[in-house]
């Protein structure tokens, strides 16, 4: 029976090797899950992209759930998701919110006018200090906020078809059962 | 001789992208300047995830950095700079984890790891001693039974 523990030692650490493969599989090791989920969205006060004079708050947005979508022209993986953004994202019918973050104004002006504009309204975070509030670490990140101003849902790095089905899709069917 | 200033130039430019690498703040006096560099060695960049606020050149961690130094001109302790950075970045902003129930895995389960095998070894010497009480010799010429 002793002479099989060095055995049973090794097959706990192929179980252990396995199961680590197999959670880097499941898991993106790179994002760190928000704290900011199931809690209020922080407040902010922010220009619009194309109408510095106006700005948009947390308050004025209150009252129907929205996407708040963060990104940049600079943003590499935002080109990737943008054509997403125009279409299935849209389609899903509730407001999109731009997030313009950390961007020139002109340079993301120019952005939208070659990739095209899928957002409702866009204010813009320069010195991205809302954006710290958010949490925001890696554009493109996109936030899902209820009525009352509480986040429910954020997704860090790009909106693929499989995001889009597996968990926007839900947790917005979890939002239409609240609100009937 | 141009040749050795060629040589020196070019020996010294790794020195400069370093200081531009990281921007200086503007530090009142040194005590605040090396309290800075202590806090942001303990803060982890959530970007580039095996850098500190302090090492990294992400843009966030540059953020991070004037946002934890803004925080310190206005008079914030340590904890209530690193309460903020957890509350928008979770836990994973701290490279050294408060004690508490769900961290309990870490900080202790590398003592518990030692002490299992503390008392397997324990378990093992003292049943072969009990099977060979007076005889030192090892049964098995090999010395290995494995």
Redesign the interface.
Known sequence: MSRLLPLFGFLVLVGLFGFGIWWNTQHDQHEIVSPLIDKPAPAFDLPVLDDAGRTVTKASLLGKPYFLNVFASWCIECVHEHPLLMTDVKQLGLPLVGFNYKDDPQAATAWLAEHGNPFDVIVADREGRSGIDFGVYAAPETFLIDAKGVIRYKRIGPITPEVIDKEIRPALAALAKETP | MRRWLLVLGLLLLPALSVAQAIQPLPFRNHAEEVRFQQLSAELRC??C?NETLADSNA??AH??RR?VFEMMQAGKSDDEIKAFL?????Q?VLYKPPVEPSTWLLWFGPLALLAIGGIVVAV?VRRRARQSPADTTPINDTGD??
């Open positions: 959530p970007m995830q843009p966030i953020d991070l946002q957890v509350d928008r970045y979770s994973f093992q039974d494995w």
